[in-house]
């Protein structure tokens, strides 16, 4: 039988020490490396940057034609990065709204190199 992952929550910025001044406990590590994880598909990189750069809140329909999936594809990527705390969606009427949090993606800079940013 397949062993459960676990689950935590990962709505707010990653906080805890940078993991080049002390060796990171279970608990971080495992926050961090799930956050990475979440990071770690060309598809949701590509989106993040979409959402970044569209100056405005993109819906799934709009960011499923910029990388040429289906709807259904995109949201599935979507919800992983809103998972990791790395974007926020809306739902308005029939769309649903989706941003960027740049607080996510600095406070995980901070956490691998605190001098990056």
Same mark, same amino acid.
């Given at each position: 039988?397949?062993k &459960?992952?676990?689950?935590?929550?990962?709505?707010?910025?990653?906080?805890?020490?940078?993991?080049?001044?002390?060796?990171?406990?279970?608990?971080?590590?495992?926050?961090?490396?799930?956050?990475l994880? &979440?990071?770690?598909?060309?598809?949701?990189?590509?989106?993040?940057?979409?959402?970044?750069?569209?100056?405005?809140?993109?819906t799934?329909?709009?960011? &499923?034609?910029?990388?040429?999936? &289906?709807?259904?594809?995109?949201?599935?990527?979507?919800?992983?990065?809103?998972?990791?705390?790395?974007?926020?969606?809306?739902?308005?009427?029939?769309?649903?709204?989706?941003?960027?949090?740049?607080?996510?993606?600095?406070?995980?800079?901070?956490?691998?190199?605190?001098?990056?940013c």
């Amino acid at each position: 039988m397949p062993k &459960a992952l676990p689950v935590i929550d990962m709505t707010d910025p990653v906080c805890c020490a940078p993991v080049a001044s002390t060796a990171a406990d279970d608990a971080a590590a495992l926050d961090l490396a799930l956050r990475l994880k &979440a990071l770690a598909d060309p598809v949701r990189v590509k989106l993040l940057s979409l959402l970044f750069t569209c100056g405005e809140p993109c819906t799934t329909g709009s960011l &499923a034609a910029a990388v040429g999936l &289906a709807e259904s594809t995109v949201s599935h990527h979507l919800g992983q990065l809103r998972t990791a705390g790395f974007i926020a969606s809306e739902r308005h009427g029939m769309s649903v709204h989706h941003s960027p949090r740049r607080e996510a993606l600095t406070a995980l800079c901070k956490v691998l190199d605190p001098d990056c940013c």
